[in-house]
């Protein structure tokens, strides 16, 4: 199976053809997988990450996983300094990077981590905000709300998606045309949110859809425990990135959430993402 | 009122995990001498805390104020950030109310 990306890869939705198989499943047959980046000029976080897992999903499935990287250089060096080729040969994906420099290209706060445990995200969190304070970049009050989405998508990471392969995050500096941000992202290749939150038989019955299941997991106290307390996390975050300029996007399955300041909240249907996505875009 | 320095006790200047609200909840328990009607933790030095650890920390100081008889009287002094309205939220699932003094730290009892 070959995987084609547009140019402008920016997220799942942006693959050619009209379905994706869900390695996850047990109707997953595939024995190998091309995933081609050779025509992309631009590839946004949710696009690296997706890559990541489905690559990881796939391998641990045991097919052969290749990833063709870009014809465009400086996308190539971008990756490379991102972490991605190397997490990805670590892990067993041929990813041929020939002549591709090393380059302080991607301005890394937190390099491409991976997550196992809660002790693991505490850690990163920590030699995030130490990087921060470091870096120069930005208030100390952005630190604050740049560590605390970094967190807590990581926590609910390893607490609740079961991922077999683990979890990914990277924190990145980044100046776009809409002027400096801080970039956070983590994605797992777990259950998903809409069958986390279905183990609560309180919400089976509200989440008949993945994107219904996000709109409903940013609500204040929903969690697939059951526990009366918990599930103010996720719901922090979207309370802070509703203002600000600031930005979230949230996918799941075939669901996809973008909230910010003059949006609000938009919820759709997109390309598979197997297991969850969760990105930040804070302006410094 | 005992005031304990978070920064003292724990080496972390973020506290992410709900563990670390639990450890942080035993090593105050460990260090009062005695019953004590109001407990002061001093954060200064401590640069953020998540809503998962200030739930946890709230559930842990409310078993124990509940162990020494009396409701929870916690004072917060030099919070890590502002007041906000996620953490006004976390308080109302316990039962309880949060108000920032005129000099910055928060006041966490039982709501009226």
Not at chain 1, 2 to 15: D, M, S, T, Y
Not at chain 2, 32 to 56: H, N, Q, V, W
């Amino acid at each position: 199976m070959r995987i084609v990306a547009r140019p402008q890869f920016i997220h799942p939705g942006h693959l050619k053809g009209f379905a994706l198989p869900d390695p996850r499943g047990s109707r997953y047959d595939e024995s190998n997988v091309e995933i081609d980046l050779r025509e992309c000029e631009f590839i946004g976080p949710s696009a690296v990450l997706w890559c990541i897992v489905f690559s990881l999903l796939a391998k641990q499935r045991g097919n052969v996983c290749t990833l063709l990287v870009p014809e465009n250089m400086g996308v190539c060096i971008y990756l490379k300094s991102l972490g991605m080729f190397r997490l990805l040969q670590e892990k067993g994906v041929e990813v041929d990077d020939l002549g591709v420099p090393e380059h302080d290209a991607a301005r890394l706060i937190i390099p491409l981590t991976e997550f196992e445990t809660e002790y693991d995200v505490e850690q990163a969190a920590n030699d995030a905000d130490l990087s921060l304070m470091s870096s120069g970049l930005g208030a100390a009050n952005i630190h604050y709300v740049v560590t605390n989405a970094f967190s807590e998508f990581a926590l609910n990471a390893v607490q609740h998606s079961e991922s077999k392969i683990g979890s990914f995050g990277y924190l990145q500096y980044y100046e776009s045309s809409n002027g400096p941000r801080f970039i956070c992202a983590v994605a797992d290749g777990g259950m998903g949110i809409r069958r986390s939150l279905e183990r609560n038989p309180r919400l089976r019955s509200r989440v008949p859809y993945d994107w219904v299941a996000i709109e409903v997991a940013l609500q204040e106290r929903v969690s697939g425990t059951q526990e009366p307390t918990r599930g103010m996390g996720l719901f922090g975050v979207a309370e802070e990135v509703r203002k600000a300029q600031r930005q979230l996007v949230i996918q799941s399955g075939i669901g996809a959430l973008h909230i910010q300041e003059d949006l609000r909240s938009q919820s759709r249907r997109t390309k598979l993402f197997p297991g969850t996505l969760a990105y930040a875009s804070i302006p410094c | 009122m005992t005031t304990i320095r978070i920064g003292d006790i724990i080496g972390n200047r973020v506290l992410v995990t709900r563990t670390s609200a639990r450890n942080l909840g035993a090593s105050v328990t460990g260090m009062l001498m005695g019953p004590t009607e109001t407990i002061a933790l001093d954060f200064k030095g401590i640069r953020g805390i998540t809503p998962s650890f200030f739930d946890e920390l709230l559930l842990s100081m409310g078993d124990l104020a509940r162990s020494q008889g009396h409701d929870l009287d916690l004072r917060i002094i030099n919070p890590p950030s502002e007041l906000s309205s996620v953490h006004e939220a976390i308080g109302r699932a316990h039962g309880l109310s949060i108000l920032e003094s005129e000099s910055g730290s928060w006041l966490v009892g039982r709501r009226p």
